[in-house]
């Protein structure tokens, strides 16, 4: 059995390609026998006209005649292979199983340990000058392959000022642990616009400190590791990132007063953090030409509270968008109030989401078991949002929610130009309500723009009555994603659905993804809709 790395290419040549260059994707794999190093190599050519195309060696270099390997045998044990087989922009490592490390492993510890001549630094520089993009992506059932010992020989063998891939424009490191810190701190040039880290390092400081002032170009900085010393690497970014459009720092707690040390980013458009519930000790004065270019923000913490409400009336820039994900259930009273000052905020608001995504044993840690059964997250606490009249994507995402058809209703009537409307609980079905399936007729009169939609939907022939008078609606296209509501008659279901949203086009069903289990997918009201969805699609 041969095990696999795929990597992929998905880029165009480094050189600037033809009005024919290809547009699909081209894929190079390295296959690890137990006995051998390699077996089997997938090499890219170019045809005329620089169109790719795949030619698959399934035999060993012994065993074939194509005397191109033989050369290809002689330099795998090297780095340079590596580069030789990707002369494109892209080079990626997938995810591999636990029972592939050994391999991996001794092959990374093989090349780093092998002498560099000149004329192999040449080569290897001819090569990794193309590069543009580099994800690298490990499981955590195996130990860390790409390690100091093994990474660190190999770069060492070039000391080059401005990185080992000089035009490396985005690096993706999965994963990062310190052991790989000498990697991505080595890898990059000054060109490099997008960096994305993650892993469960505490020591990330280190990184940035040392990388950050030297990548002057930087667009993008997606950060998921906790931090230690968030607030001097909010003070470095300041200090060197001129041209940041995206942050985010997805996993590192900021205290509100530390969260606007990041105003003075003078380009940055796109900011996504966790905001500290306990840091707000006095109130935080409004910025002048604070975040001047921020349209679009992002807050994660852990309850809904004034923290939250400081920091935003703190920024002074044109927000159109502003996103609130929780871990604990919001009290409804504190809700209304959180949407009521949206609703007061200077900003012309085009997007509002609000979801919880705590996990079930601090989910409602605030609410007293006496009340939790009687718990609901009404229309009414919702309401205020629709004040926002320049809405066009209203998303709201948590347990507990009740929505009736009359809230459907003033969604239709104030916000006739809404485009995408979310207002579900997750497959959590014993503590939610449902909305008829004739409660979506308001949406299909009065919105003519609606291209998404997600509800909880119930719909029995006898609550939603006769099929609707299809002249009466004008809906171009729709995407419909659907919660654990129960349908009876799905092909009844389909008619309906079709004769209200005539540009109905794609059926999306709530758990229906990669962690759904299999007890998830036997459920009925799952059946009913898949077999609604299969009917569309025939």
């Avoid at 009404?378 to 926002?388: F, M, V």
Wanted: glycine share 4%; charged share 25%; proline share 6%.
């Amino acid at each position: 059995m041969s095990h696999e790395i795929n990597v992929t290419a998905k880029s165009q040549p480094y050189t600037e390609p033809p009005s024919t260059a290809p547009d699909e994707d081209t894929k190079a794999t390295i296959c690890l026998w137990n006995d051998d190093l390699v077996r089997e190599i997938i090499r890219h050519l170019y045809d005329v006209g620089q169109k790719r195309s795949i030619v698959n060696l399934a035999c060993t270099c012994k065993d074939t005649s194509e005397p191109a390997l033989d050369i290809l045998w002689k330099d795998m044990k090297s780095l340079l292979p590596l580069f030789k087989i990707l002369p494109c922009e892209e080079w990626r490592i997938d995810r591999i199983e636990a029972r592939r490390g050994r391999q991996v492993r001794y092959i990374f510890k093989l090349i780093g340990s092998l002498d560099i001549d000149r004329q192999s630094e040449e080569r290897f520089l001819r090569y990794a000058w193309r590069i543009r993009t580099l994800e690298v992506e490990y499981s955590n059932f195996i130990p860390v392959f790409l390690t100091d010992e093994v990474m660190s020989r190999i770069f060492s063998k070039w000391s080059l000022p401005y990185g080992l891939l000089p035009q490396l424009r985005a690096l993706e490191w999965h994963q990062l642990d310190k052991q790989s810190f000498a990697s991505v701190t080595k890898l990059p040039g000054r060109l490099l616009k997008k960096l994305k880290l993650s892993g469960n390092t505490q020591n990330l400081t280190e990184v940035l400190t040392n990388i950050l002032p030297r990548l002057p170009e930087l667009e993008q900085l997606h950060i998921t590791a906790n931090i230690d010393g968030a607030r001097f690497v909010a003070s470095s970014l300041t200090e060197h990132m001129a041209k940041l459009r995206v942050l985010s720092l997805r996993r590192q707690s900021l205290l509100p007063s530390d969260a606007l040390i990041l105003a003075m980013l003078p380009s940055l458009n796109q900011l996504s953090l966790y905001v500290d519930p306990d840091g707000l000790r006095t109130p935080l004065a409004r910025m002048d030409n604070g975040f001047p270019a921020l349209q679009h923000l992002r807050i994660m913490s852990k309850q809904v509270g004034e923290h939250i409400d400081a920091f935003i009336s703190a920024i002074t820039s044109p927000l159109i968008e502003i996103a609130l994900h929780v871990d604990v259930c919001p009290l409804e009273e504190d809700l209304h109030k959180y949407f009521q000052f949206l609703a007061g905020t200077p900003f012309t608001l085009v997007n509002v989401e609000f979801q919880t995504i705590g996990s079930i044993t601090s989910y409602h840690e605030h609410i007293a078991g006496s009340e939790l059964q009687s718990y609901k997250i009404t229309s009414a606490t919702l309401e205020p949002a629709l004040s926002i009249t320049s809405l066009t994507s209203l998303k709201i995402r948590t347990r507990h929610l009740e929505i009736n058809v009359g809230f459907l209703i003033n969604v239709s009537s104030v916000l006739p130009h809404i485009k995408e409307l979310c207002l579900m609980h997750g497959s959590d079905t014993e503590s939610c309500s449902f909305v008829p399936l004739s409660g979506l007729i308001p949406l299909a009169r009065h919105c003519p723009d609606l291209e998404m939609i997600a509800l909880d939907i119930t719909a029995n022939d006898e609550e939603i009555g006769p099929l609707p008078d299809p002249e009466l609606f004008q809906s171009r296209w729709l995407d419909l994603h659907v919660g654990p509501g129960y349908n009876e008659n799905p092909q009844f279901v389909l008619d309906y659905l079709l004769r209200i949203f005539p540009g109905l086009r794609r059926l999306s069903i709530e758990g229906e993804d990669a962690l759904a289990t299999e007890a998830q997918g036997s459920e009925s009201w799952r059946i009913n809709w898949q077999e609604v969805r299969t009917s569309l699609i025939s």
